[in-house]
Antibody, heavy 119, light 110 residues
Framework: QVQLQESGPGLVKPSQTLSLTCAVSGGSISSGGYSWSWIRQPPGKGLEWIAY???????YYNPSLKSRVTMSVDTSKNQFSLKLSSVTAADTAVYYCARFGYNYVADYWGQGTLVTVSS | QSVLTQPPSVSAAPGQKVTISCSGS????????VSWYQQLPGTAPKLLIY???KRPSGIPDRFSGSKSGTSATLGITGLQTGDEADYYCGTWDNSLSAVVFGGGTKLTVL
């Protein structure tokens, strides 16, 4: 059973960079056929896809966030990371990491971590 | 405003059936498979339906999915109070080059 666990600061100041890590257990991040993703959910609102990447390093970003987002993978630690720069209050959300299977199906999700952007 | 349109809320009595619609366009639902997710209060979303009408292992057959043209539908029969949750549809959008979700539908089991 694949499990994902997000970690990172729960509070980030405006204009700074939000950094999160997702640790994967129960399966290898290098497994073929899967990609690894970040999705967020502002309080009381719907889901917004941020980015996904393959263990090879190929990354795909939501065009609306592309200028501020960077994803990376560390296969030796079986984890992947997200960096979102120049954050504002609008970036306050629960951030989920998830595994994408075929056809962008998010079949496994982390429990989510709330990141608040505030001074 | 979400690319995929869902009704904000639906409700039905225990034991009854409910359907949740997800409307899109040719650049998303019209040419790509749809997934459905259930988000119980305070928890992460959970995959309910994939490739329009397939259920992952462990999902009861009370849950079903269908797609026609640029719309998809989630059906839930034999409603239980434990089904009260937010439901989201999702797919790929070829024009946006992005994974897109519906705005979510809150199911209330009266």
């Amino acid at each position: 059973q694949v499990q994902l666990q997000e970690s990172g600061p729960g509070l980030v100041k405006p204009s700074q960079t939000l950094s999160l890590t997702c640790a994967v257990s129960g399966g290898s991040i290098s497994s073929g056929g899967y990609s690894w993703s970040w999705i967020r959910q502002p309080p009381g609102k719907g889901l917004e896809w941020i980015a996904y990447m393959y263990f090879s390093g190929s990354t795909y970003y939501n065009p609306s966030l592309k200028s501020r987002v960077t994803m990376s993978v560390d296969t030796s630690k079986n984890q992947f990371s997200l960096k979102l720069s120049s954050v504002t209050a609008a970036d306050t959300a629960v951030y989920y990491c998830a595994r994408f299977g075929y056809n962008y199906v998010a079949d496994y999700w982390g429990q989510g971590t709330l990141v608040t952007v505030s001074s | 405003q979400s690319v995929l349109t869902q009704p904000p809320s639906v409700s039905a009595a225990p034991g009854q059936k409910v359907t949740i619609s997800c409307s899109g366009s040719g650049s998303n639902i019209g040419n790509n498979d749809v997934s459905w997710y259930q988000q119980l209060p305070g928890t992460a979303p959970k995959l309910l339906i994939y490739e329009n009408n397939k259920r992952p292992s462990g999902i009861p057959d009370r849950f079903s999915g269908s797609k026609s043209g640029t719309s998809a539908t989630l059906g839930i029969t034999g409603l239980q109070t434990g089904d009260e949750a937010d439901y989201y549809c999702g797919t790929w959008d070829n024009s946006l080059s992005a994974v897109v979700f519906g705005g979510g539908t809150k199911l209330t089991v009266l």
